[in-house]
């Protein structure tokens, strides 16, 4: 069609970042197409919202009344360098924290700039997801956590990921997996897409998974399954650990996990007999519990058990080729003076991770512990995050300055100072990575709405007016951009051309089992079955270096006569992304209201009525919501989505319920009572 430009765009609302072609007319995005999901085809609603920031705004009035003016971006920078350097001044660099929420690609240059200013305290989303398995992972092999290699595996054990709901781009990968004719085994509580294909699905409670592990690991053992020269020459703690692998029978393992002792030994026989075999691990699902980080600990030794790791097919570090680049995990936090969440939890800075541990910013800031707080800079920030949100939003009033950054005028942006319009994907340019050394580059379709920016821009701008040094970032976006690619040998004129892609310099990959003469990075140099670095916290914390089994029922003060039911929130869905979706028309019409979700015998056992208001109650507070029935579902357990300010799941949950490793609350496993609600 005449007037139409079409322009390559990666889509910014969930990690698979779908290539989607954009049609421009008149300057405004006049389609979209390809191969879209329900958020993609949505696109449109997510650029043209009402609830966009369009403006620079500053607050006026009184702290969370939500009037605010349009101001120049010259002010909103001379207010925020102001009101940053008077902080610094008087409080001291860690009075200010600097917060990503999901995004990920301005993470780097953020981290900068709270270096830059001094401050110890940037964190991310990252302290609810991802980070605590990956510390569960190297706590026991002291790297980054391997994935598996799919192309030659023999049977694949997805434990806990729902591809086709939250990794769309990885369900063509697990067809063809299927297609090959690969055994799949899949751990998951509910019947999903992709627990419905696989050959042995052990539909476990929520938070048990230490002890399905642990009694995989029994059977393991018990029938002599296991790689006994790998284990002998690699694997530190072994004695201990197999001692404490003989409390799991899967007799035992049948009464706490509710999974067949038939299938757990069926699981077992096959994962560890019908190798090279692989276990996908997944960001969140195993962690968002009191239990989480040793849960995972338990999955990972199965590995190193049965020697599938570093084997072709096995989990292999850098199973995927990559390009070189600057900054990506390769940019170091600021780490002078301590840390928020430094003494709650060590280990989660011993373990390397380049940001502080903020899931109990309420506390830190309420209390003023371990010193005052502030400033907040958020990119992103969305109280809707957290446990008991209601709570960190009274807490952002407590501050002397929030500014808050983002697409949407959001919840958490009434409580800011300042607001900044950040623009969306079809508003910038952005260079993406992709396994294969691939470089490629998501085209700008349209200017920016309003007065947006994109947040790398942001960023530079509050450094240069706050006059900080950064000697990368102070050269301006396009400079930043050659900078990131430098080591690939390409540069953003290039990827400009041909905005497809190009292949860049392919790194090195890590010399096929190195650790036979470097051993692993761990203090002992062996993969730790008992981890020394939580030995170190036996006295203090309470860890223990086993992959010890906590049943979270068994946490006390819980009234279970009251709350039968356990609360497991979040599983994702595909129209869903976190709280940012609900004000998209076509994604909100798709369900009347936060849905609780529940087996139709516990409906009838309650007195509940499908399709009726029902009232979630919890030990930490209450939340509305639409009875949903599903077979899919065990029964005991109520799903519900979270980020939904009209019904909120985060409000039914403690904000002290954490894992005390990692600090990952236990969104997945708590307990709530539903109550159906009288109709007017
Ligand atoms: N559409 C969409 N996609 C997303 C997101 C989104 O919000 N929407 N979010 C992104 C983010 S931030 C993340 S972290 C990933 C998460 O990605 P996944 O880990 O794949 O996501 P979930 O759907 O939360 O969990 C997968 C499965 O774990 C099961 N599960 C729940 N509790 C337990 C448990 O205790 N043990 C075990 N073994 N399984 C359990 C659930 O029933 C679910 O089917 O998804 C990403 N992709
Ligand atoms: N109950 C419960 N709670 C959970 C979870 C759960 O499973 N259950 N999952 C947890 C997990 S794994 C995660 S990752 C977190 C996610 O939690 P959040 O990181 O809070 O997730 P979002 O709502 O996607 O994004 C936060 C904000 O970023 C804004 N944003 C989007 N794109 C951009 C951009 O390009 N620039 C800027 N500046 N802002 C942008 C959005 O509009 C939104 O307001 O939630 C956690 N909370
Ligand atoms: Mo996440």
Known sequence: MP???????????????????????????ASIEGKLCSKGAASRQYVYNKERILYPMKQTGEKGNGRFERISWGEAYG????????????????????????????????????NAYGSPNFCTESSTCFQAAALAWRSTFGNQICFPDMAHTNTLLIWSNNLYHSNTAMAGTYQRLKDRGVKIIAVDPRVTPTTRKADIHLRLFPGTDGALALSMAYVILTEKLYDKSFVEKYVYGFKEYEKYVHKFPPKRAQEITGVDKKLIRKAARLYAGSGPAGILVSPSPVVHHVNGVQNYRAVHCLIALTGNYDTLGGNCPNAEEASP??????????????AIGERDFPVWFDLSCEEAQCTKLADYIMEEKPYPLKALTGFGFSHRMWPQPERLQEALKKLDFFVNVDLFFSDSCRMADIILPAATSFEREEICIRPGGVFSLSEKAVEPLG???????????????????????????????????????????MLRQSPEGLRGKVCIPPRFRSYETEGFSTPSGKIEFVSQIL?????????????????????PGIDRKKYPLILNTGSRKPQYFHARTYRIPYLAALEDATLIEMNPADIKKYGLREGRKAVVTSP???????????????????????????????ELLDKDYLDPISGFPGFKSYFCQVEGKEQP
């Not at 007037?3 to 995005?29: F, H, M, Q, W």
């Not at 680049?325 to 301590?338: S, T, Y």
């Not at 030995?535 to 270096?545: A, F, I, K, V």
């Not at 519900?640 to 985060?650: E, L, W």
């Open 3 to 29: 007037g139409r430009i079409l322009k390559k765009v990666n889509c910014g609302i969930c990690p698979s970042a779908c290539r989607i072609d954009t049609y421009v007319e008149n300057g405004k995005i």
């Open 535 to 555: 030995e170190r916290y036996r006295e203090s914390h309470g860890y223990s270096g086993l992959p010890w089994y906590r049943d979270f029922r068994e946490v």
């Open 325 to 338: 680049c600057n900054e990506f995990g390769k940019v170091k936090r600021f780490n002078g003076i301590e």
């Open 620 to 650: 930490a507070g209450s939340m509305e919501g639409i009875i949903r029935s599903s077979v899919n579902i065990l029964e005991g357990i109520v799903h519900i989505y979270h980020g939904n300010k009209n019904g909120d799941a985060n």
């Open 79 to 114: 207010i925020i360098a102001d009101r940053l350097l008077e902080i610094r001044e008087s409080y001291g660099a860690q009075s200010a924290v600097f917060y990503a929420g999901y995004p990920k690609w301005y993470r780097p240059a953020l981290l900068r700039l709270s």
């Open 451 to 493: 007065e947006a920016r994109n947040d790398i821009e942001i960023i530079i701008g509050m450094l240069k007016a706050m006059k900080l040094k950064d000697d990368v970032l102070k050269q301006g976006y396009e400079a930043y951009m050659d900078y990131i690619l430098k080591p690939s040998g390409l540069s953003l004129d």
